[in-house]
């Protein structure tokens, strides 16, 4: 089974082994069904955790990289009809219900689990905006340090939720993560709260990709939430409402990524 790659620096594969490279995800106006038609096309396979591998699995931290971005999409048939913004929600702290729901899956899996402290780090200190494209990627320096605050933390797996992303030249850019988008044609709309992301798990001690997954926005639309242009428009109770569903989803994503690689398939007790 061909392993996937992860490029979080400069990458130098030729034009032919980057159409190899299955977790490039653009992120766009469609969702479950584009993505899905992408992964296909790129050959897109998940890598399995290996019996002899699970045997050495013990106590697993866990790291959501997803980040505090919602972002705001519209987009109609033509370039006029597009219309997007990004707000920080801190306060929605989607990397922590993140983490809380991988920690009780891989416990519910008997496996010993738990949150990898990643201070002083914060997790935008694992992006650097690329000033010409305006565009994040991965610090590769910094996602290295994960290694060892995982291993000074007693963990020997890690599990970690970075952000889909897209080639351009020479570098990964990452993609916007979770929001709301609405699509309009010929007088219809559909909207839709999403989330997205790649799964890794990695052995701390020879930091080798040991699994991954991707975590693919489900078809399913809300259309009883308005878009609008302005996020500060939304009530508290229609913000509270948005971020529920994107937590259902993202939790969702994680349940499809399980039952899809068999990640966590713990020793006999």
């Known amino acids: 089974m061909r392993r996937l790659r992860h490029n979080f620096g400069r990458t130098v594969t030729s034009p032919a082994k980057r159409r190899e490279q299955p977790l490039i995800v653009k992120r766009g106006s469609g969702l479950g069904a584009l993505v899905i038609l992408m992964l296909s096309a790129l050959g897109w396979s998940s890598l399995q955790v290996t019996d002899a591998a699970a045997t050495h699995i013990s106590r697993v931290g866990v790291v959501s990289l997803l980040g505090d971005t919602f972002h705001a999409e519209h987009t109609g048939l033509t370039a006029f009809n597009q219309r997007s913004y990004d707000v920080e929600v801190p306060e929605w702290q989607i990397d922590r219900d993140v983490t809380e729901y991988l920690v009780a899956k891989l416990t519910s899996a008997n496996l010993s689990a738990g949150s990898v402290n990643i201070e002083p780090n914060r997790v935008k200190d694992f992006y650097r905006l690329w000033p010409l494209q305006q565009k994040r990627r991965m610090d590769s320096s910094k996602f290295n340090q994960l290694f060892t605050l995982a291993s000074a933390q007693g963990y020997d797996t890690l599990v970690v939720t970075i952000p889909t992303f897209e080639p351009s030249g020479l570098y990964s850019f990452v993609n916007n993560t979770y929001g709301f988008s609405e699509r309009t044609a010929l007088g219809r709309s559909n909207r ?78």
């Open 192 to 269: 839709s709260a999403w989330g997205a992301f790649i799964l890794r798990v990695f052995d701390v001690g020879t930091r080798k990709q040991l699994a991954n997954a991707a975590g693919i926005p489900a078809e399913k639309f809300d259309n009883d939430i308005e878009w609008k242009s302005n996020f500060e428009s939304y009530s508290a109770e229609e913000k509270a409402e948005l971020k529920r569903r994107i937590e259902e989803r993202l939790r969702g994503q994680i349940d499809a990524a399980f039952s899809e690689t068999h990640l966590f398939a713990a020793p006999s007790p």
